[in-house]
């Protein structure tokens, strides 16, 4: 299993976790292709993300000598956590200041290779079993 995480992400949390649990147990092709036709500002950081996760899931298995099909890498744990806040302040009417919140998060995606099941569809006809349709014959 590999991972990759991205640290004080200048996003909000809530946001991030919108696009992370649409993603969230997919292949990584797929998400890789949810996320670079998404039109929310979230999706950059979170695609970078997994990019890296399954990068990185090559990169071990080569290193351990082994191969890993990156198209049956899935996204088994996918995660935003909170991080600090940026506290900035306006000037406001009358000598006052008004806070500025500016909200952090931390990215974290982990990948794993999971083979792809077979429809079933494909698996009866390869099996050669009968069909439940008579062939038509020609009666003249």
């Avoid at 695609?47 to 082994?66: I, M, P, T, W, Y």
């Avoid at 806070?99 to 099941?117: F, G, N, S, W, Y």
């Amino acid at each position: 299993m590999a991972h990759a995480i991205a640290r004080y992400v200048r996003l909000s949390p809530r946001k991030a976790r919108l696009l992370i649990e649409a993603i969230r147990g997919q292949y990584v092709p797929e998400a890789v292709a949810f996320l670079r036709f998404s039109p929310q500002r979230a999706a950059r950081p979170i695609l970078k993300v997994v990019q890296s996760a399954a990068a990185n899931a090559v990169f071990l298995a080569e290193r351990d000598g082994e191969t890993v099909d990156e198209n049956a890498l899935k996204i088994v744990r996918a995660v935003v956590d909170e991080g600090p806040r940026l506290k900035r302040y306006r000037p406001r009417a009358m000598g006052r200041a008004y806070p500025i919140i500016r909200p952090t998060c931390h990215i974290t995606v982990e990948v794993q290779e999971v083979p792809r099941p077979q429809p079933a569809g494909r698996r009866a006809r390869q099996t050669g079993g009968s069909s439940a349709t008579p062939t038509p014959t020609n009666e003249s």
